[in-house]
């Protein structure tokens, strides 16, 4: 079965780094758009990240821009989500998922495989 498995959160000070993992199996991640998303209490589940499999095409929400950065390493079937300078603001249940059908980045609703998401805390 298809199986996504966060990893690398954690408690971090303002302005450090976390690098996130997610590891897929029964599923070869490079055909499908990989995205992260975060949800923090009392807020809506947004998306963070997104990387496309068609054009390696990668997609960053505005308040991540130049400090987040989305890759993927192939041969371990794994897509990462580096995260520098961190802020108070990102501190939120960090999930990865995949589109089963198609290789373009798209909205929430398209996702079909979620992972149960690893917590980052920013906080000194």
């Known amino acids: 079965q298809v199986q996504l498995v966060e990893s690398g959160g954690g408690l971090v000070q303002p302005g450090g780094s976390l690098r996130l993992s997610c590891a897929a199996s029964?599923?070869?991640?490079?055909?499908?758009?990989i995205g992260w998303f975060r949800q923090a209490p009392g807020k809506e589940r947004e998306g963070v990240s997104c990387?496309?499999?068609?054009?390696?095409?990668?997609y960053y929400t505005t308040s991540v821009k130049g400090r987040f950065t989305i890759s993927r390493d192939n041969a371990k079937n794994t897509v990462y989500l580096q995260m520098n300078s961190l802020k108070s603001e990102d501190t939120a249940v960090y999930y990865c998922?995949?589109?089963?059908?198609?290789?373009?980045?798209?909205?929430?609703?398209?996702?079909?495989?979620w992972g149960q998401g690893t917590q980052v805390t920013v906080s000194s």
């Open positions: 029964g599923i070869t991640l490079d055909y499908y758009a």
């Open positions: 990387s496309s499999s068609s054009d390696g095409s990668t």
């Open positions: 998922a995949a589109d089963g059908y198609g290789s373009n980045c798209q909205s929430i609703p398209h996702y079909d495989y």
